[in-house]
């Protein structure tokens, strides 16, 4: 199989965090020939991690409050069985520990029969709302949640 097992190398520290949703392949998702289009694996990926990082403290609001942003600076995916009009499928996103001021996310779509079908990652690096210049060292907000996740007061799977 083509995939990498993992995406990015695991640093030491705790637990990834997970989160989990489970949902069909809409109408206004496929293409002519009832297969998911290939873009709207990024919008999946970006459900799951909006949940995952609302749950953790690190939302959008959140980002707001501490004046910093956390665009994607890279994305990915790696596609293995097409997903079908009303098929049934499922959608992981794993959040992986790093000391450095970005958000690495690893995601895997499964079908119902547990085929998978693609998986990726995206990378969220924090800069300044004020500046938009990048953050070189963990910003207060990220420090304080990483703090909580050492401590074993957020993780978990989630669904």
């Known amino acids: 199989m083509r995939r990498k097992k993992e995406y990015f190398k695991r640093e030491p520290g705790p637990p990834p965090l997970e989160y989990t949703f489970r949902r069909r392949a809409r109408f206004g998702e496929v293409d ?18 909006t949940e995952l990082r609302r749950m953790t403290g690190l939302g959008y609001e959140d980002f707001f409050e501490a004046e910093i942003y956390a665009p ?55 800069c300044s709302a004020r500046t938009g210049e990048p953050c070189f060292t963990v910003p207060p907000l990220l420090e304080k949640r990483h703090d909580a996740w050492k401590a074993g007061r957020i993780g978990g799977v989630h669904e």
């Open 72 to 126: 994607i600076v890279q994305l990915h995916v790696d596609y293995f069985k097409s997903l079908l009009l009303d098929e049934l499928f499922t959608v992981k996103a794993r959040m992986l520990w790093t000391d450095a001021a970005r958000i690495n996310t690893e995601y895997e779509v499964t079908k119902e029969d547990g085929t998978l079908a693609a998986t990726g990652y995206t990378v969220q690096l924090f």
């Open 32 to 49: 002519a020939m009832a297969v998911m289009w290939h873009g709207h694996y990024a919008a999946l990926f970006e459900e799951a991690s």
